[in-house]
Each structure stands twice: as C-alpha cells, then as structure tokens.
C-alpha cells in the first residue's frame, strides 16, 4: 500500500520579505503569502507603534480577515464599534464587514492577520511601503484608487 506524501511549507522566518507600511515605522511580515500555501489563506505578521493610525475604515469583498493578538493591545473597529484586543484575542471580520484598526497612546501591537482565501495582500502592503518611502505623501484619492485595485473599499466618510 503507498501513502500520499504532501510536501509540507517551511518558511523560515529570515527568508520572509518584511516591508516597512507606514512613516511611523509598522510593518507587516509576510510570513505564509496565499500563493506559497496554495491559496486557502495568506498569514502575516504585522507591529504598529504606540498612537498609530493603522487602517482607516474599510472592507473586503474577496476575502475574510482575521487578527490574533500577539503582543500589546490592539483596537479594532467592526461596523461601528470599537474592542481593544489583547494578546490571545481573536477578531474576525467576515466579507464585506467594515473594520479599522489602530493603537492608544500606551501600547504598541504585535498580531497576525489571517486571509481567507489567500488574497494576494503582499502588493498592497509593498505598496504601502512605497507610499511610506515618498518624500512626498500621496493624496488620498490615489491611496484609495491602489486600495481598491487590491480588493479594499476605504470608506473615508465612515463615522468611526
């Protein structure tokens, strides 16, 4: 009798591309992208200062996104309200769920998200690493029109 043998993923953590998202210093690692796991779901790890803006209000359409809380404290907002998670807690946005992320003044965060399926979410994330690394910074419109190219509808008019 044989046994199927599939070949498992080992991604060490210094082979992974790590890119700096923001003027404040975040960034996101890109632990288990969607096309290196094939595709079921995208894993990255990502840390925000303390007092950080993170993601303004946004959702999918293509995907589920997860956040588990490594270190620090987390706020998350979904649909209008807001929880700050801590290390252990999970937060699950499902399709089109409206959510924002952020930091308060006294922690940074340290999490995972988790894409289901594994959207392509690298590009957006180096592109925000280009945007971060302009002299000048972009405008709004052209933050918004690359978000949606990668599947994120920014609602700038969300009353969060």
């Known amino acids: 009798m044989s046994f199927p043998e599939p070949t498992a993923v080992w991604r060490p953590a210094a082979d992974t591309e790590r890119a700096v998202t923001s003027r404040t210093g975040s960034w996101t ?16 790890e990502s840390w925000i200062p303390p007092d950080s803006p993170g993601a303004m209000p946004h959702y999918h359409s293509g995907f589920t996104e997860s956040f588990y809380v490594l270190g620090g404290r987390l706020r998350i907002m979904t649909g209008t309200a807001w929880t700050e998670a801590g290390p ?24 995972l998200i988790l894409f ?13 690493a280009e945007f971060a690394a302009r002299a000048e910074p972009p405008a709004p419109g ?17 009353p969060f």
């Open 142 to 158: 052209e933050i918004d029109a690359f978000a949606l190219s990668c599947d994120q509808v920014n609602l700038r008019d969300h």
């Open 29 to 44: 690692r890109f632990a288990a992208p969607g096309d290196a796991v094939g595709g079921g779901f995208g894993l990255f």
């Open 88 to 111: 252990g807690d999970l937060v699950h946005v499902p399709h089109r769920g409206v959510h924002a992320f952020r930091t308060g003044p006294g922690s940074d965060a340290r999490f």
């Open 116 to 128: 289901v399926p594994g959207a392509p979410r690298e590009r957006y994330f180096r592109g925000l």
